[in-house]
């Protein structure tokens, strides 16, 4: 056993800790999905590209799918969640992490500096995962 990522320091199982990280991950790229759902649409975009560009309310309603995903993966790794029917799926997550990688690069296109200035106060191994986000 090896204590939890998240630092609570907890002794918890390969499988446990390997859930840990990836709710950490999701933690980290939240805040990133948060910014781009609180900017208006880019209107210089021609507007066959607006017409695919995901609304306000449709960004606010991917990060609140990532807040519930992320709590549900750190209830499970830390046995506070009765059922392993509570674990995400692999698709599940692939398919947040999917679109999350699309709105960090969105983001990065439109706020660079705010993607810079996030990452530089972030550990290192996280700064590592939304540099291969970028």
């Not at 948060?34 to 880019?42: C, F, G, K, Q, S």
């Not at 309603?61 to 549900?72: A, H, N, Q, W």
């Not at 750190?74 to 509570?86: E, N, T």
């Not at 983001?107 to 986000?133: G, K, S, W």
């Amino acid at each position: 056993m090896a204590k939890c990522p998240c630092g609570c320091g907890r002794r918890v199982g390969f499988v446990q800790r390997r859930l840990m990280r990836h709710a950490l991950d999701v933690d980290v790229v939240l805040p990133l999905v948060e910014r781009l759902a609180t900017m208006p649409p880019d209107e210089e975009l021609p507007e066959t590209a607006r017409a695919h560009q995901p609304s306000p309310s449709q960004l606010q309603d991917f990060y609140r799918s990532g807040v519930r995903l992320r709590d549900k993966m750190m209830a499970c790794a830390h046995g506070m969640s009765a059922s392993s029917s509570q674990v995400p799926s692999r698709t599940e997550l692939r398919d947040w992490r999917w679109f999350a990688n699309a709105c960090v690069r969105v983001l990065n296109e439109r706020d660079a500096r705010f993607v810079r200035d996030y990452m530089q106060r972030q550990r290192p191994e996280d700064r590592r995962l939304i540099a291969t986000m970028v």
